[in-house]
Each structure stands twice: as C-alpha cells, then as structure tokens.
C-alpha cells in the first residue's frame, strides 16, 4: 500500500501493560478497573484491579479526578466515591473520569508508600511501562489517561505525618494564562485556603507531568491525621463539585464557601523556603501554634524534647516569616529533617 507510513514499533511505542475493563468512549456511567498484572508466590497469574469511573455525556471537557495516590489520605477518595454515585449521567457535558484509590496497594495497607515495592506515586512520574506496580499505574495515567485529559485534580491530604488547613493548591507557573485559569479553578474550589505553593521537590510529582504538558492541574492539601472529619470531606466534595461547575461540565456556577457556612477562600502563597520549618532534633514534638493560626517572625511554634535527657531544654523553633500556620507535623514524635511546620502569607493580586 503506496502511501503508508512505517511506524516501527520500538519500546516507547508499547502498549501499557494495564489494561481498562470499560470504554472510555462511551456514554453513561461506567464502573471498571484498571488490570496491573502482579505476578508473585501466591498468585503466579495474578494481578491488582485498580477501580476506575468514567461518566460521559454530551459535548465538553474531560476531566480526570484521582485520590489515594498516598494511601493513607483519606478525603479525596471519600469525596470521590460520593461524586461518582451522585452524578448523574445526563447532567454532565463532557466526560469525567474518576480513579479513587490510584495507589490501590498503598490504600489498603493505610501506607503513603506501596507496600508492594516501596513507590511513592507522587514521585515517580511519568512513571515505567516495564517498572514496579506502582510506575505502571503512573505509566498507564501518563500515556494513556493524560492524553484524553483536559483537566486533572489530583485530591490529596496530610495523611499520617501531616495536618494542613484545607485547601486548594497550584504552583507558580511561568505562562500566565496557564497560570491565570489554573487560579481562577482554584478559587471555583472554595476551600477555606487557596494556595500557590513552593514545593520542596517537584520531581517526579503527576502535578508536574501535567503542568509541563501545559493543561490545568489543581491540587488539595484537605486535612490530615489519617482521619475524616464531616467539614473536611464536605469540603472536599463541594470542591470538586464547585470544579465541574467552573468547567461547565455540569450546570450553574461555583457554591461559593459562605453558602455553606464558610468565610470566602482566602488566597494565600509560600514564595519561598523561609515558609518551611525543618527540624534539626528527634524528639516529642510539642507545637505552639496551633494550625491555622497567625503567627509572626521570630515567634516560636514548635519545640522539641529529648526524652533521653529531660534535663536538656527542648530545642524550640521559630517562624521565619510572619503569616498564617498552613501545615503542621501531625505526630507526636519527629525526627531530624522532618518539616515541623509551614508558614503562608497572603497573595496579593
Ligand atoms: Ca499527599
């Protein structure tokens, strides 16, 4: 056949090795699974099913929702399950495709990190066809969800070591219009604190996948502790609700907080590293200031006691910037480099 193109078939042109039990093309309301093949001694043709949901209907955007991509944050996945019941196929103009526990393993161990192969599957992207459960799962987003995707909302919390003020969190990007419809969805969420955040190390994190590829990701730090509270998840679910709206893939616009009760979404920023506290100690953290409260420079927020040596005073720790305690340690104990607490100011705009 004159005309055709050669593709020649080299390692990047594989297939994912997960495969999806439902089509993504089709309209409705569909629950399915993502096949990750896990071959090991109990279960030599086994494999991890990874529950995902597509709804589509109509004409518009795709947007992807993921939560447990840490496994022991538990507000996205809640959020997200209620979201995937509740919608109603013939509201939805566009398609929404929802993974509730992405790292599925590390969900049902309540670990941040697999307990298959140790993956942190917010540092492993673009993740490996070939690689570990957890950089197949990364792999089949990438390669396969990512490219359907208009939008992505990747739902996390504090987990075990953390507690944060709820909010909805970007980063600083260096195309403005990327960046300027990227803090209009944030502020659509209304969550208590919308955040532009610093991170300490972007590498790796499926944020950074999708913002290179230019498209819309936004974030959430939704709590923490490991637990639920009825404010967190109904934050987390009129947020991602509130975000379809934005988006018009279903009616009306945004809920803004005070309907619900809530001051309006502050919108705050950590320009820098003087935002992060790290600790230089091991020790029984003691915090002294509480989450959510302001707090000014030089003021302490935290000490630490040598439970080795109670003679020995703790060693304190003090805010290196003025602004509102955004994130803390959320455990009792804390170990040298251990991020004791972070600061936000406010964004100005
Ligand atoms: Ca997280």
């Given amino acids: 056949m004159a005309g055709h193109a050669v593709v020649e078939l080299t390692a990047t042109h594989k297939p994912s090795r997960v495969t999806i039990n439902i089509d993504l093309g089709a309209n409705g309301k569909q629950y399915g699974y993502l096949t990750v093949p896990y071959s090991r001694n109990e279960s030599a043709w086994g494999s991890i099913q990874v529950p995902v949901i597509c709804i589509k209907h109509g004409i518009g955007p795709t947007v992807l929702f993921t939560g447990g991509s840490h496994g022991d944050e538990y507000e996205g996945p809640a959020a997200l399950m209620n979201l995937a019941r509740e919608l109603d196929p013939a509201a939805v103009q566009g398609r929404v495709i929802i993974v509730p526990a992405l790292n599925l393993p590390a969900v ?26 957890t950089e197949m799962i990364a792999d089949y987003v990438y390669s396969q969800l990512l490219p359907l995707t208009d939008v992505v909302v990747d739902l996390h919390s504090g987990g075990r070591s953390l507690d944060f003020v709820p909010s909805a969190v970007m980063h600083y990007l260096e195309d403005s219009a990327h960046f300027d419809r990227t803090l209009a969805a944030v502020r659509a969420f209304g969550a208590p604190l919308g955040l532009v955040l610093r991170e300490l190390d972007s590498e790796g994190m499926l944020d950074t996948v999708v913002e290179e590829l230019g498209k ?69 953290f003691e915090i002294l200031a509480d989450l959510g409260t302001e707090v000014t420079i030089g003021q302490p927020i935290g000490r630490v006691h040598d439970f080795n040596d109670p003679a020995r005073p703790p060693a304190l720790y003090h805010a290196r910037r003025s602004g509102l305690v955004f994130s803390r ?8 480099g251990d991020c004791l607490a972070v600061i936000a100011v406010d964004w100005d705009d």
Avoid: C, W
């Fill in 108 to 133: 049902r161990a309540a670990t941040r990190l697999s307990p298959i192969d140790g993956g942190n599957m917010n540092r492993i992207f673009p993740g490996r066809r070939d690689g570990s459960v």
């Fill in 216 to 284: 819309t990701f936004i974030s959430t730090e939704l709590g923490g502790s490991s637990t639920l509270t009825a404010r967190n998840v109904q934050i987390a679910h009129t947020g991602v609700d509130n975000l379809l709206r934005h988006f018009a893939v279903l009616d009306g616009a945004p809920v803004p907080p005070e309907a619900f009760g809530r001051p309006p979404t502050r919108m705050m920023q950590t320009p820098d590293d003087t935002s992060y506290v790290i600790v230089e100690h091991d020790g029984i």
């Fill in 329 to 336: 340690h959320a455990m009792g104990l804390i170990k040298r």
